[in-house]
């Protein structure tokens, strides 16, 4: 069975299950800094170019996070943040649109 997970709109991302919601924990956050966000990537085995296709963004955008000279904000973050909790989900998702 697959992982349920809902964003709030505070943020918070919540596991489905049982009919309720349930807080994932905190050390599970976004990328906060380049090597979180290049840590991610490669924890999922994608290069760049890869990673940038699935999420629908520049290649250029993920090397600025890798390098620090941007950090991803707002809807990106989130994305990154359920991406380091159920990757598959994501990316299956994604390929759907």
Do not use: C, Y
């Given at each position: 069975?697959q992982?349920?997970?809902?964003l709030k709109a505070?943020?918070r991302?919540?596991?489905?299950?049982d009919?309720?919601?349930?807080?994932?924990?905190?050390?599970t956050?976004?990328?906060?800094?380049p090597?979180?966000?290049?840590?991610?990537r490669r924890?999922?085995?994608?290069?760049?170019?890869?990673f940038?296709?699935?999420l629908?963004?520049?290649?250029?955008t993920?090397?600025?996070?890798?390098q620090?000279?941007r950090m991803?904000?707002g809807?990106?973050?989130?994305?990154?943040t359920?991406?380091?909790?159920?990757?598959?989900?994501?990316f299956?998702a994604?390929a759907?649109?």
């Amino acid at each position: 069975m697959q992982q349920r997970l809902r964003l709030k709109a505070d943020g918070r991302i919540v596991e489905l299950r049982d009919g309720g919601e349930f807080p994932l924990a905190p050390s599970t956050a976004a990328p906060a800094s380049p090597l979180e966000v290049r840590d991610l990537r490669r924890r999922v085995q994608l290069t760049q170019q890869e990673f940038a296709a699935k999420l629908g963004v520049p290649v250029e955008t993920i090397r600025n996070w890798e390098q620090g000279k941007r950090m991803p904000r707002g809807p990106a973050r989130a994305l990154l943040t359920v991406i380091a909790h159920a990757p598959d989900t994501v990316f299956a998702a994604l390929a759907k649109t």
